[in-house]
């Protein structure tokens, strides 16, 4: 398998666009996870899916951010409009169960999203 | 208070020395826990996990876990350049909490 596939890699877009970031999480995974990672704040998580259901959305910042998983294979984070404080880099994950023991998050390459 | 905290470092470790890194954690009713590895520029990835009060090895690497004192500990041996990275605790209740990572710099 490829593994979790995120894109684009590096986006840089000016205040008040929108801006949009997918993901492919790894076939057969049931959880799919978006972290947003900051110098200051860490590794933050915003939203996760469950068989492409939003489960616990309470870390997305506000109502510009919205997410959606319309297939097992495919999840969207959009951010509308965005703002300089926005600027992160954006993880997907995805793990075959629900975190336990013994299952591990399997991270995407990462967005860099840098907003002027 | 946060729910997972570490010392952001650096932490400066001469090479073949062991790297001793913390992380306490605020919920009680936390079940796992587990320690990942950032390289610089790239995605976290597991390298430890621990549920059970001790100690846990797994080649240079050992985990600690006193649920009582809320508190994890990750222990490198034989530390190696390749190691310099920052290390992620993570805490997992109801959804996975990292903390904010100690970046750890092996000096040959």
């Known amino acids: 398998d490829a593994g979790v596939i995120q894109s684009p890699r590096h986006e840089v877009t000016e205040m008040g666009q929108e801006v949009t970031l997918r993901c492919k999480p790894i076939s057969g995974h049931d959880y799919l996870f978006w972290y947003r990672q900051t110098m200051m704040r860490g590794l933050e998580l915003l939203i996760y899916?469950?068989?492409?259901?939003?489960?616990?959305d309470s870390g997305m910042p506000e109502d510009r951010f919205s997410a959606k998983m319309p297939n097992a294979s495919f999840s969207t984070l959009k951010i509308q409009p965005s703002e300089p404080r926005d600027s992160a880099v954006y993880f997907c994950?995805?793990?075959?169960?629900?975190?336990?023991?013994?299952?591990?998050?399997?991270f995407g390459s990462g967005t860099q999203l840098s907003v002027l | 208070q946060k729910e997972v905290e570490q010392n952001s470092g650096p932490l400066s470790v001469p090479e073949g020395a062991i790297a001793s890194l913390n992380c306490t954690y605020s919920?009680?009713?936390?079940?796992?826990f587990f320690w990942y590895r950032q390289y610089s520029g790239k995605s976290p990835e597991l390298i430890m996990f621990?549920?059970?009060?001790g100690d846990k090895e797994d080649g240079r690497f050992t985990a600690q876990l006193n649920k009582a004192s809320q508190y994890v500990s990750l222990l490198i041996r034989d530390s190696q350049p390749s190691d310099s990275a920052t290390y992620l605790c993570?805490?997992?209740?109801?959804?996975?909490?990292f903390g904010g990572g100690t970046r750890v710099l092996v000096k040959p």
């Open positions: 919920d009680r009713g936390s079940q796992s």
């Open positions: 994950a995805s793990s075959p169960a629900r975190i336990s023991t013994n299952e591990k998050l399997f």
């Open positions: 899916f469950n068989n492409n259901v939003p489960i616990d």
């Open positions: 993570a805490v997992n209740r109801r959804q996975l909490t």
């Open positions: 621990i549920y059970s009060n």
